[in-house]
């Protein structure tokens, strides 16, 4: 099945500072990668997602780029508030199946 | 308009106990799933259900059954609770059989063995 790494573990940044996260899949299938959002004690919440027939699409400070041949696809978050401290979970699901998998996580901690 | 609710959002077991945690969405959506959270793990999938009267197993099924009640409910069930089943579990819903998008989670039910 599906394997996603996802680095770093953690990621502490200065306010206004770029935070880029990795996350890397085993499976060639796959063409829907998700990242969501995760405070603490709430519930996951999508933030941006990209599908195989695109490189790379932006929303305001977020982006996210995909390398299909390399296999890997990363996060940017631009201009960081404290706000954006969370974990951060990529994840990766082949068209047409629901079996989606996730990275272990990133948390994110912006210091004003 | 309440999304993906689950309850009940606490509940502790004793070894061998069981329970089912139950989940409902109300967005009209075919897919349903099931995760679960552990620290350090992200999310993993339990089991899923692409559409009404269909489940399939997910990463991690072993201690778990499912049942897709209607297309708006979908319970987990624990038969015979044990220590290492002790996580955050994450009901989700996403709106298209055929293709893969957004899921929506409810609110979780934080679950202890002893």
């Known amino acids: 099945g599906e394997n996603v790494e996802q680095h770093p573990s953690t990621l502490s940044v200065q306010e206004g500072d770029s935070a880029v996260i990795k996350c890397t899949y085993s499976d060639s299938a796959s063409n829907y990668f998700p990242w969501y959002k995760q405070e603490l004690g709430k519930r996951p919440q999508l933030i941006i997602d990209?599908?195989?027939?695109?490189g790379e699409k932006k929303d305001q400070r977020i982006a996210v780029t995909l390398n299909k041949t390399a296999k890997h696809f990363s996060l940017h978050i631009t201009e960081t508030q404290p706000e954006d401290s969370a974990v951060y979970f990529c994840?990766?699901?082949?068209?047409?199946?629901?079996?989606?998998?996730f990275g272990a996580g990133t948390r994110l901690t912006v210091k004003p | 308009n309440a999304g993906v609710t689950q309850t009940p959002k606490f509940q502790v077991l004793k070894t061998g106990q069981s329970m089912t945690l139950q989940c409902a969405q109300d967005m009209n959506h075919n897919s349903m799933y099931w995760y679960r959270q552990d620290p350090g793990m992200g999310l993993r999938l339990i089991y899923y259900?692409?559409?009404?009267?269909?489940?399939d197993k997910g990463e991690v099924p072993n201690g778990y059954n499912v049942s897709r009640l209607n297309k708006r409910e979908f319970s987990l069930r624990l038969e015979s609770a044990a220590p290492s089943q002790t996580s955050v579990y994450f009901c989700?819903?996403?709106?298209?059989?055929?293709?893969?998008?957004?899921?929506?989670f409810g609110p979780g039910t934080r679950l202890t063995v002893l």
């Open positions: 990209i599908r195989s027939n695109v």
């Open positions: 989700a819903s996403s709106s298209l059989a055929g293709a893969v998008n957004e899921q929506f």
């Open positions: 259900s692409a559409s009404e009267g269909t489940t």
């Open positions: 994840a990766a699901a082949p068209y047409n199946n629901n079996d989606m998998r």
